[in-house]
């Protein structure tokens, strides 16, 4: 049998920044971080947009809005410091109408209270930053908003803790808990303390530990199409005014770092957790269970998961998608948009309770373990901060004494 202080599960970028915090605090200590896949970055953590985002479309009062803005300054050091790619290229968020327009106000003082960079800009302004945007009459602009390569910085981070002396298993799968042992599909681990940071799988994992009671993931699947207009056809990114009622962003122009163009994503519930492509990877028992988790949506007051689920499916059609994209900019013409990219999966907490989306960030544990239930978008962007929170609080719960 294995033994180790703290054992990860998962290693996308939260339980990667977890592991490399704890190591960095408790030198002597062993850290393992284990992960299902053969390969790094197969799930959110190098499928997502690669957005670096600033951190003013949360409130004050949100772990989202703290760690969105320290992570946007730490991820965009990580990247310069070692060499990875970055594309420094900012966002316009552009108003569609007279309604949108008053909304730009509450995300400009959401960003105030936040304490990020931002600049309220006229149409003139806006159209000077990036020629193509349209805009009602007024933009809000986020000099600090970038984007880098998800997949780069989850392989780098991953050589990183090897480096520090994190014995990093792949293909290894949590199975089961047997009292403070991890039984994994490749052996047992006696654990001082368990670390669940495993995305899709983060609440059936934490209900095995006692955890996760009222919480449930939803899986919701973001599609995005690729443009064919050269690389530096667009300056920035441009994004819409959100519904501020969900946490999904609506369809944006995004800037990759080669400077190619993608327009996206879809938000719409997922069949089963890992539904990628057609029936790869998929779980007869899971489609029942979120069949029935989203038809308990159903009515709720919280979340309008009909109109949510007809306007979000209507995206999977390209005509409809590059039709929300032409609202935001001129020259997107249908033919730019052929090929749909690599999918994403958006591990959605749900609180069974109130049958509503979990907006912000939560953990949970005790002594002996702890579970990140909701760290999704902008998971990324936070991931070095976040770590940092996650391992006070298990500082709190006096579960790293043995490694001090």
């Known amino acids: 049998m294995r033994s180790t202080d703290f054992l990860v599960i998962g290693g996308g970028i939260v339980g990667a920044s977890i592991a490399r915090e704890l190591k960095r605090r408790y030198a002597t200590a062993s850290v393992t971080l284990i992960d299902k896949e053969a390969h790094v970055g197969m799930h959110a953590s190098g499928r997502n947009s690669g957005v670096l985002h600033a951190g003013f479309y949360y409130t004050a009062d949100s772990l989202k809005a703290r760690f969105t ?9 990580y990247c310069l410091a070692n060499n990875l790619d970055i594309r420094q290229c900012g966002k316009l968020v552009v108003a569609r109408n007279e309604d949108e327009d008053r909304l730009l106000d509450e995300l400009a003082e959401r960003g105030r209270l936040n304490g990020v960079e931002l600049e309220m800009v006229s149409a003139d302004d806006a159209a000077r930053i990036e020629p193509r945007a349209r805009t009602y009459s007024r933009a809000l602009y986020s000099p600090n908003t970038s984007s880098a390569d998800p997949g780069q910085v989850i392989r780098h981070l991953h050589d990183e803790l090897a480096s520090m002396g994190v014995d990093v298993l792949m293909d290894t799968a949590f199975v089961s808990r047997r009292g403070r042992a991890v039984r994994t599909s490749v052996g047992t681990i006696n654990a001082g303390h368990v670390v669940n940071a495993a995305g899709l799988y983060a609440d059936q ?6 955890f996760s009671e009222k919480y449930a993931i939803l899986p919701f699947k973001g599609l995005y199409l690729k443009s064919t207009e050269p690389p530096g056809s667009l300056r920035t990114h441009i994004y819409p005014v959100p519904d501020l009622k969900y946490p999904f962003l609506g369809v944006h122009f995004t800037i990759q770092v080669n400077g190619s163009v993608k327009i996206g ?9 890992e539904n990628y ?3 790869e990877r998929f779980s007869l028992s899971e489609l029942i269970d979120i069949g029935i988790r989203a038809m308990r949506l159903l009515g709720s007051p919280h979340l309008d998961l009909g109109s949510l689920a007809w306007e979000e499916g209507r995206k999977f059609f390209r005509r409809r998608m590059v039709q ?12 730019h948009y052929r090929t749909w990219a690599p999918p994403g999966i958006r591990a959605q907490l749900v609180d069974t309770e109130k049958r509503a989306l979990v907006m912000d960030f939560i953990v949970e544990g005790d002594m002996h373990s702890t579970h990140i239930l909701n760290a999704v978008s902008p998971g990324w962007t936070c991931a070095f901060p976040f770590a940092r929170y996650v391992v006070d609080q298990m500082d709190g719960t006096h579960c790293s004494e043995q490694a001090r």
């Open 277 to 279: 492509r057609g029936l």
């Open 205 to 210: 994992i934490a209900k095995a530990f006692g």
């Open 69 to 77: 803005r320290d992570g946007n300054r730490e991820l965009t050091e």
């Open 265 to 273: 994503p879809t938000a719409i519930p997922a069949f089963w957790r």
């Open 324 to 335: 929300l994209a032409a609202e935001l900019c001129t020259g997107v013409e249908y033919s």
